[in-house]
């Protein structure tokens, strides 16, 4: 047997030890890391390059690309704090790493791979920034080709509008299945930090709330104090909402006569005289007198069509403020043109009926989409904020001094503005939604007395999963666990039925079926194993335990126990032996912890065996271990340690032999690792009793190694597999 040699802690080594480690192809890691999961494991995607000395390297990108703005890094969200999003929520657990990947226990029957069945496909999650381009990945068990890439769905798509009362937000949402919901965000204008939105205080969307494709929302006040007014334009009516519901619930009421407009795209409530002005995409302005008292329920008492010169001009409204009796209003037209845009100025608004001159009509420039705006009257001057959406700008009109027409005076770029929203020290908030959900934010604007507007707080990362962690097989059915972002309670396991059956791109739900919630106590999860009654055993990096659910669990319910004596700070994966209720899960700090009649006595006491892998001289060689796998055939446990997760080549495949009577320093049989492998952040492996199977992070990659029972001592060699996975985070074997 070669011989094995401890990882390189110190600057000076005997001639002897450094020629040996060369020789075997040891990296050298510099100092030990300790494996405090703040393990962020960074990892920058600088590992692109797969080994050339690689036998069969299958370059299959799996899944969509990453979001070309790359708003969330790394796993955006993945609460994991490699995530390079800069506006990462400040409450975030620190050990929760947003580049680590959690190893799950893998296969189907964990304790005992060989002499099953034969696999007939190999699962990966895919974990690049943001939820996007999140997916779990249908490979072949050569690793030649992808079959499918099932994409990740939450419960928010993307932000439309927000509208404020004081401090009081509400953010109105587009969801799966082509319906929509609010956000309510109570203190959103209070001081703005960079954050995470997840679902806010409430969310409110089901159902019962009939909202379709919800646009404009007012918070009310006077008569309709703590009341939401939504222009709903997918289901072509005006909802009102209590803004302290929550869940699927009810409108108060909902207005379905919009007069002569089949929609309306934003609403403006004068709580003073009790009249709700809501403007219609066919260019009209609808007029409700006595809104509180009478709900809507004859129609418009007015409608107003703005022209000039006797002749309509108005085609396609969307916002609308209001300055005293003033009405000034947004036109985008075509929504495909980016130069048709138009402002209008009404004066006499309370009184004007039927075709009504306006008294400004403001084109060209950057005009193009202006979905929204808001009058500020406050004490650094009058103006106007415009959100141009097909122009990515917040463009600033001021009135001339002389004629009292406004003028445009200062713009920002704002990629996408949606809506916007005037805080109460005269300062913005706006939203943005570019493609795809993950660069959709809210956006605290800075207006100075003099200059251009600028960017402040970014709440982005929305919703309640904000990236995919690791994949567990039981049957055909997969369960992951995913990262939420910290207001919306932290992370939990998705369940998704019939997953092996998957075999053509597609999606799937993480909110259809879950654990999540509060109750749960899930902070940051990765890895998960599920015992063959369905129990299901969770490593909360995060929270610093394992927590275990009852079978079939789903919902915000409590967890049967929680195991907080790690005995040595947090693990990463889990790995439960049916056969002699024992649990071994791979610490961060690069220890293994052994529980002995796991479920009997729920680890109360902490782990009974504590393993660290060493080499024959007694010195230790593990730093950060991630994924773990004993095979119940040989009694060996198979771990891989990502070392310095910014590391993109001090990764490790290790075994121990006798696994189950292991105690201590537990001398290793096998260390796969060095210059001609690949192995850089293996944060995850799967075992079918013959071959093992890494989900290669910072390379990007699943990879396969054969016959690694066979071998021993150090082996610097290339897989004998791989294909391009990209961000790989976990690996499992469906048999």
């Known amino acids: 047997m070669k011989s094995l040699h401890q990882r390189v802690y110190t600057t000076i080594l005997p001639i002897a030890l450094t020629t040996m480690l060369a020789a075997c192809g040891t990296s050298e890691e510099g100092t030990e890391s300790g494996g405090t999961e703040t393990d962020t494991e960074t990892e920058t995607d600088t590992d692109t390059g797969t080994n050339t000395t690689t036998p069969t390297t299958t370059n299959v990108t799996a899944g969509p690309t990453t979001d070309p703005t790359g708003s969330e890094s790394e796993s955006e969200s993945d609460t994991e704090n490699t995530t390079d999003d800069p506006t990462m929520d400040p409450t975030m657990d620190p050990t929760e790493d947003p580049t680590e990947d959690p190893s799950e226990s893998e296969s189907e029957s964990d304790s005992d791979t ?98 379709m494709a919800p646009k404009g929302v007012e918070l009310a006040g006077g008569d309709l104090d703590g009341m939401v007014i939504v222009a709903d334009v997918g289901a072509g009516d005006i909802k009102v909402f209590d803004y302290s519901g929550e869940g699927d619930v009810a409108p108060e009421f909902v207005v379905t006569d919009l007069g002569s407009s089949d929609a309306v795209w934003d609403v403006h409530y ?43 001009v108005s085609e396609n409204l969307h916002g609308i403020d209001l300055d005293g009796n003033t009405a000034i209003l947004t036109d985008v037209g075509d929504p495909n043109d980016a130069a048709d845009g138009q402002l209008f100025v009404i004066n006499g608004i309370g009184g004007a009926s039927g075709d009504t001159e306006v008294d400004q009509r403001i084109q060209g420039g950057m005009l193009g989409n202006p979905v929204d705006l808001e009058h500020d009257g406050g004490l650094d ?12 700008a917040i463009i600033v009109y001021e009135p001339n001094l002389l004629t009292g027409d406004y003028e445009a005076t200062g713009d920002t770029e704002v990629i996408k503005a949606e809506s916007v929203a005037v805080r109460n020290n005269g300062n913005l908030l706006m939203t943005t939604n570019p493609a795809g959900r993950d660069d ?65 791109d597609g999606e799937v ?24 009654d369905g129990t299901i055993i969770v490593a909360d990096l995060g929270a610093g335990d394992i927590k275990v659910y009852e079978a079939g669990m789903d919902g915000n319910l409590a967890p049967m126990f929680v195991v907080s004596d790690l005995g040595g700070g947090p ?90 009577t292991a105690d201590g320093d537990a001398e290793v049989s096998l260390l796969i690792g060095g210059d001609a492998t690949v192995l850089g952040n293996p944060v995850d492996l799967a075992f079918d009793g013959t071959n093992v199977y890494v989900a290669e992070k910072s390379n990007s990659m699943v990879i396969r190694y054969d016959n690694v029972l066979e071998m021993s001592g150090v082996e610097n060699i290339p897989e004998d597999a791989a294909i391009e996975v990209e961000r790989a985070e976990s690996v499992q074997i469906q048999y």
Not at 292 to 302: S, V
């Open 381 to 392: 001057g009058e103006a106007l904020f415009v959100a141009e959406k097909s122009n990515d």
């Open 509 to 532: 739900s993480a909110v259809a079926s879950r654990i999540w919630g509060s109750n749960t106590e899930i902070v940051a999860p990765k890895g998960l194993d599920l015992a063959d």
């Open 114 to 211: 060989s002499g099953g069945d034969d696999p007939v496909a190999i699962w990966a999650t895919a974990n690049p920034g943001g939820l996007d381009a999140d997916t779990l990945s249908n490979l072949t068990v050569p690793l030649d080709a992808q079959v499918a890439a099932l994409s990740v769905i939450s419960d928010v798509l993307s932000i439309q509008s927000v509208g404020l009362n004081g401090n009081d937000g509400v953010i109105s949402v587009d969801i799966p299945g082509g319906t929509g919901g609010l956000i309510a965000v109570e203190g959103l204008g209070a001081n703005p930090q960079d954050a995470a939105i997840g679902l806010g205080d409430r969310f409110i969307a089901g159902p019962a709330t009939e909202l």
């Open 571 to 660: 693990v990463w994966d889990v790995d439960y032996d049916d056969d002699n209720d024992r649990l071994y899960a791979s610490g961060v700090n690069g220890t293994v912890r052994v529980f002995i009649d796991f479920m009997a006595n729920e680890g109360a006491n902490g782990p009974d065996r504590v393993l660290t892998p060493v080499n024959e001289d007694a010195e230790p060689v593990s730093t950060n271990l991630h994924g773990i796998h004993f095979d119940g055939a040989t009694s060996s446990l198979l771990l891989t340690d990502v070392g310095d997760p910014g590391s993109d080549d001090d990764g490790w495949i290790m075994v121990i032999p006798d696994a189950d």
């Open 440 to 504: 959709d934010a809210v956006i605290a604007v800075n207006v100075p007395a003099l200059g251009d507007p600028n960017t402040g707080a970014v709440m982005d990362r929305i919703g309640s999963v904000l990236s995919v962690q690791s994949l567990h097989l039981q049957g055909n059915d997969g369960y992951v666990t995913f990262d939420g972002a910290q207001v919306s309670d932290g992370g939990g396991v998705f369940m998704v039925p019939g997953l092996g059956g998957m075999d053509q």
């Open 270 to 312: 004068a709580a003073g005289p009790d009249v709700l002005y809501a403007t219609g995409t066919n260019g009209d302005l609808q007029v409700y007198e006595d809104f509180a008292a009478n709900m809507g329920d004859m129609g418009p008492d007015r409608t107003i069509v703005p022209t000039e010169n006797n002749t309509k």
